[in-house]
């Protein structure tokens, strides 16, 4: 079986400063991971993602993330919150090959202040 | 170019009832997938479709059934609603292969009363 947890409900951080949401993961075999953002009242927006190649990456709106093999972790960061970046965010995780079935954590509230 | 379209966008229905989804995938997209987005829940795949078969299934029972037509436009169909089943039902549409992103609409809001 595969899983994704989001270990904070909600994340705050001040307009201007470093932001981090974590991710970690459980999947058999190589991984394939997502970061999506949802607005209110909007559906999923991909950020980025993971498939192979090199452990950071960068995605949409100046987000990058940074896969962590050893501690199955693929934490979500940018060095410079804005304040409009306060959504929900959600990491994904599927397993490279076969099923395509994707496992989503339950999502993380950014919020970022003035 | 139009994203993913999803229609109605609020729904209510009673219990026993039977409900249809539809959507419209992005434009040059082939492969549809269905989710059930419970309140502060992330995303549960329902299932996906392509070349208008089931490619792949949740954890979902026999109630939830879909379809996808020769254009790629695609229905998700819940029979015998439950009160359970209130939530928001997203649609998103890919390019088939392994990895490709996810273009998701903004969803149909069921409320089962």
């Known amino acids: 079986a595969q899983s994704v947890a989001q270990p904070e409900d909600q994340v705050n951080v001040a307009e201007g400063n470093p932001l981090t949401v974590k991710c970690t993961y459980s999947?058999?075999?190589?991984?394939?991971l997502f970061w999506y953002v949802q607005y209110p009242n909007r559906g999923l927006q991909f950020l980025l993602k993971?498939?192979?190649?090199?452990?950071l990456v960068k995605g949409s709106y100046g987000f990058e993330a940074e896969f962590n093999k050893s501690q199955t972790s693929f934490h979500l960061k940018k060095p410079s919150a804005l304040v409009s970046d306060s959504a929900l965010y959600f990491c994904a995780v599927r397993r490279s090959g076969g099923s395509y079935i994707p496992t989503f954590g339950r999502g993380t509230s950014l919020i970022v202040h003035p | 170019d139009a994203g993913v379209t999803q229609s109605p966008t609020h729904l209510i229905k009673t219990r026993g009832q039977q409900v249809t989804l539809r959507c419209s995938p992005k434009s040059g997209h082939d492969t549809v997938s269905w989710y059930q987005q419970a309140l502060g829940q992330g995303p549960q795949f329902i299932f996906q479709?392509?070349?208008?078969?089931?490619?792949q299934r949740g954890n979902f029972p026999d109630r939830f059934s879909g379809h996808q037509f020769p254009n790629y436009s695609s229905e998700l169909n819940v029979n015998a609603l439950l009160l359970g089943d209130s939530a928001l039902y997203l649609c998103a549409s890919s390019l088939a292969g392994s990895g490709n992103i996810q273009y998701f609409g903004a969803g149909t809001r069921l409320s089962v009363l």
């Open positions: 479709y392509y070349e208008e078969e089931e490619r």
């Open positions: 999947v058999s075999g190589n991984p394939y």
């Open positions: 993971y498939i192979t190649g090199d452990n």
